[in-house]
């Protein structure tokens, strides 16, 4: 099977079963799998602008047993349009995954569709060139900000996103030999890497590890955590379970997956910092449940909808909805209620999504406030992270959008609030 086949084949799961790319990779081989990225994501970010245009020049819709043919004629566009593939080639290969997936008939209106397209490109360059978010993620955005904000973050649709590493050695030495843009919290940018990231400098040698910037800064926030006594829940695959040991803290990680758990010990291997780290595979609730142990704090990197993370993981612009935001709330309810009575005298709950709606964050954290009064809100200062030019805290929480710091690339969307135990 060749790889654009293959493409097609996962392309139609990850938009009918509201799967993620990565738990589809193992199917490419290591070879391959540069192309797939760059062809799967490039399909994801602009699918609404490429579904407009089949629009145009299918004259009836495609009958599911046929459904294929529709995933080839994306991805044959996301070439001509975006990856600039010429047209000649792109036509023959996907008219021939079209003949072995479907028949002979449908491959003959796929190769009548791209020869059309393909001879009127010109005239479609404003729709190719103008992202848009599908309805159902417009939909998530629309309670919480303005027009100006959504077409903001559309913009980002069309930047490919940078590579953040998080560091654990000389920030200027490891910049300098990987050719990155030190951030000013002390992350290294990578705009283009020609090769796997485990061939980069450092990795073998566990001086970084991937981390989006954004998602970086909560943890970067706690400043002094040596000798802590913390708890990281849902810790899997372990970014801020990295910065806490880094940071000098005694960490117990737990995650429910004991395959990510397996990947977080591996990398924490990695980076020589597996001194302070003891690791948990549970349930956090039924952990919570059954522990007496309290800690100075407890990082609750909540199970979320993800939709922060568009911009690296454009499916979820087409297969999360406003219910997965509401399934993700009640958990997330859950947990913080859980973790109240493990709290040390004074002690700190960290409780981070990367999700971008703001019932998931903000009203969150008003939610759990107003049930427990025992908490208050730490706020963050402005004068703690002058990292970046925008207002990235708002209210003493952090927030960050995709096109905060777009000069350099953007971040994911994120969110932190601190909260203390009194006394």
Known sequence: MTIRRQCVEILKQILEQSLFFNALKSQINDKDLPFANMLILTALRNLVSIREVLQKYLAKKIPNKNKAAYYALVLALTEIAYLKTPDYAVINEYVNITKKTTDKFTANMVNAVL???????????????TPHFPQNFQNILRKDYTLEQILNMEKMLSVEPPLDLTINGNEEEIAERLNGVLL????????????????????????????DFAASLPIFLLKNVKGKKVLDLCA??????????????????????????????HNIKRLNLEQNLQTEVADALEFL????EVFDIIVLD???????????????LHIKTTD??????????????????????DGMLLYCTCSIAKDEGEKQIKRFL????????????????KVVEEKIIDNGVLRTLPYYMKE????????????????
């Open 115 to 129: 020869r059309r397209i393909s001879s009127e490109k010109e005239n479609l360059n404003t729709v190719f060139n």
């Open 184 to 211: 000013p919290n002390g992350s290294i940018r990578l705009n283009k890497i020609n090769t796997k990231i485990s061939e980069l400098y450092g990795f073998k040698e566990g001086l970084w590890w991937v981390q």
């Open 236 to 265: 899997a695959p372990g970014g801020k379970t990295a910065q806490l040991l880094a940071g000098g803290a005694k960490v117990t990680a737990l995650d429910v997956d004991k395959e990510r758990m397996d990947r977080l010990k």
């Open 289 to 292: 449940a059954h522990s007496n």
């Open 302 to 316: 909540a199970p979320c909808s993800a939709t922060g993370t568009f911009r690296r993981h454009p499916e979820v």
């Open 324 to 345: 997965d935001v509401k399934n993700a709330l009640v958990l997330q309810e859950k947990m913080l209620d859980a973790v109240s009575s493990h709290m040390a005298k």
């Open 370 to 385: 107003e049930r427990h009064p025992e908490f208050e809100l730490l706020p963050f200062e402005d004068k703690e992270l």
């Open 408 to 423: 350099k690339g953007g971040m994911d969307a994120f969110f932190a609030a601190r909260l203390q135990r009194k006394a």
